[in-house]
């Protein structure tokens, strides 16, 4: 059928899902990006299995061959700014909880238990998760 869709790459980063859409969308390749309203700055798209990036199967070879022109699928590292960043702000959402809590178990008698509850801050702290996306292109006349 001349609808049918084929997956081009999963990845867990709608940054990434987002760039390589618009790469192969100015090509002239329409590209239905899967998964695309999950959560953007959460765990939740690696839970429910990435952004699955598709494009329809008469096209998939010469996405493929943008996407190797590109270099996407080869040139991939974790982005250490990002991490710092995370932990930037985990240390001081936590920080302020704990100095907060702090406070008011000294000054208006809190149960100590309170304070234990600043460690649940970190669970609300958002985060973008990084990992190297999967990629299904076409054999290439070359391999």
Not at 43 to 50: A, C, R, S
């Amino acid at each position: 059928m001349s609808h049918d869709l084929a997956t081009i790459a999963i990845v867990v980063s709608r940054v990434e899902a987002l760039c390589l859409a618009d790469m192969l969308n100015a090509e002239g390749i329409a590209v239905y990006i899967g998964g695309y309203h999950h959560g953007t700055v959460q765990v939740i798209p690696i839970t429910l299995g990435g952004y699955r990036l598709m494009v329809p199967a008469t096209q998939h070879g010469q996405a493929s061959d943008l996407i190797r022109e590109a270099g996407v699928e080869s040139n991939w590292s974790f982005n250490r700014d990002v991490q710092r960043a995370g932990i930037r702000v985990l240390s001081i959402s936590v920080g302020l909880h704990a100095g907060f809590a702090t406070l008011g178990a000294i000054f208006s008698g809190l149960p100590l238990g309170v304070l234990a509850m600043f460690f649940l801050v970190g669970l609300q702290v958002p985060l973008s998760p990084q990992a190297r996306g999967d990629y299904y292109l076409s054999r290439n006349d070359e391999d």
